[in-house]
């Protein structure tokens, strides 16, 4: 049974960062991708960041410059550093995971499995 499960936020001053932390069990597919995403109040969920195998990485614009994407393997463990916040980046966010390579697409319908999500607020 896949298990993804966030930890880390919390409430933070305009400027400030915060880490993210996912920890996911049960997972044995490979290759793999795994990915950030967010969802702010009455708005979409969004793509933040994601990870692939061996460790590509890519951004959405607002996350570009500021956040940071890494995993350990050792830990099944995946991160989300956030620097330079804004109240902007004000949202729950939610690890996820899907089978195959990440590729260029950051459809959520094709990830597999979600954590249950974690609040991140800015002020």
């Known amino acids: 049974d896949v298990q993804l499960v966030e930890s880390g936020g919390g409430s933070v001053q305009a400027g400030g960062s915060l880490r993210l932390f996912c920890t996911f069990s049960?997972?044995?597919?490979?290759?793999?991708?795994l990915g950030w995403f967010r969802q702010a109040a009455g708005k979409e969920r969004e793509v933040v960041a994601t990870?692939?195998?061996?460790?590509?990485?890519a951004y959405a614009d607002s996350a570009k410059g500021r956040f940071t994407i890494s995993k350990d393997n050792a830990k099944n463990s995946l991160y989300l550093q956030m620097n330079s916040l804004k109240p902007e980046d004000t949202a729950m966010y939610y690890c996820?995971?899907?089978?195959?390579?990440?590729?260029?697409?950051?459809?959520?319908?094709?990830?597999?499995?979600w954590g249950q999500g974690t609040q991140v607020t800015v002020s």
């Open positions: 990870i692939g195998n061996p460790g590509t990485t």
């Open positions: 996820a995971a899907k089978h195959g390579m990440c590729g260029s697409s950051w459809a959520q319908s094709e990830y597999n499995y």
């Open positions: 049960g997972y044995t597919y490979s290759p793999y991708c």
